[in-house]
């Protein structure tokens, strides 16, 4: 059984910094790609950033240089590190094995400003 659990959204004011983390059981962990979506209200959903099993990132161009995808194989998570928030970054994050239907349950991210 494939699960994906997110952690670490919340409220935090533009500028700031959080740490998604994303738990996988299930998968071989390793040899997949992640990736981390958002779906911000009243838009549809967006690849945030995503990672292969070789190190490989691409982020979407609204996020470079601020966020950072990592994975730690030992723990079988994949982190979303963001940091100078802005509000436009509000939405509801979600953890993905890549082109797969395997999908976490989300996390809130709010920025205020």
């Known amino acids: 059984q494939v699960q994906l659990v997110e952690s670490g959204g919340g409220l935090v004011q533009a500028g700031g910094s959080l740490r998604l983390s994303c738990a996988v059981s299930?998968?071989?962990?390793?040899?997949?790609?992640m990736a981390w979506y958002r779906r911000a209200p009243g838009k549809q959903r967006e690849l945030v950033a995503a990672?292969?099993?070789?190190?490989?990132?691409n982020y979407a161009d609204s996020v470079k240089g601020r966020f950072a995808i990592s994975t730690d194989n030992t723990k079988k998570t994949v982190y979303l590190q963001m940091n100078s928030l802005k509000p436009e970054d509000t939405a509801v994050y979600y953890c993905?094995?890549?082109?797969?239907?395997?999908w976490g349950q989300g996390t809130q991210v709010t920025v205020s400003s």
């Open positions: 993905n094995v890549l082109d797969t239907r395997f």
């Open positions: 299930g998968i071989s962990f390793s040899i997949s790609t």
């Open positions: 990672v292969r099993s070789g190190g490989t990132t």
